[in-house]
């Protein structure tokens, strides 16, 4: 069992900056799982925010979010983060990190059918 949970959200204003934690245990793979972020705004579709390798070294961002959003992970203490900067009230939604191990392929992807395990989400909100 592969438990992901999420905080950092809450509500900011236009141009501040939030920092998300993904929190992964349970079955964690030795650390070699691959961490995605999806967002869900009201009335919209689920939709790929990044991800991030199991080593760090290989990410991908959505358009909207580069160079603003930065991946990053520390594998000791089993947690990816989501630096979100520049926020903009567009950017507001529920936010989740999925998780997906892929033996020791080092890989990345933007599906989200790729992903196993999704935790609970987390709510960002940016005022104008």
């Known amino acids: 069992q592969v438990t992901l949970v999420e905080s950092g959200g809450g509500l900011v204003q236009a141009g501040d900056s939030l920092r998300l934690s993904c929190v992964v245990s349970?079955?964690?793979?030795?650390?070699?799982?691959?961490v995605g972020w999806f967002r869900e705004a009201p009335g919209q579709p689920r939709e790929f925010v990044g991800v991030i390798s199991w080593s760090g070294r290989r990410t991908n961002y959505a358009d909207f979010v580069k160079g603003r959003f930065t991946l990053s992970r520390d594998n000791d203490k089993n947690t990816a983060f989501l630096e979100m900067n520049s926020l903009k009230p567009e950017d507001t939604g529920t936010y989740y990190c999925a998780a997906d191990y892929g033996g020791d392929r080092d890989y990345i992807t933007a599906f989200e059918s790729e992903y196993d395990y999704w935790g609970q989400g987390t709510q960002v909100t940016v005022s104008s």
């Open positions: 349970g079955r964690t793979f030795s650390g070699r799982y691959t």
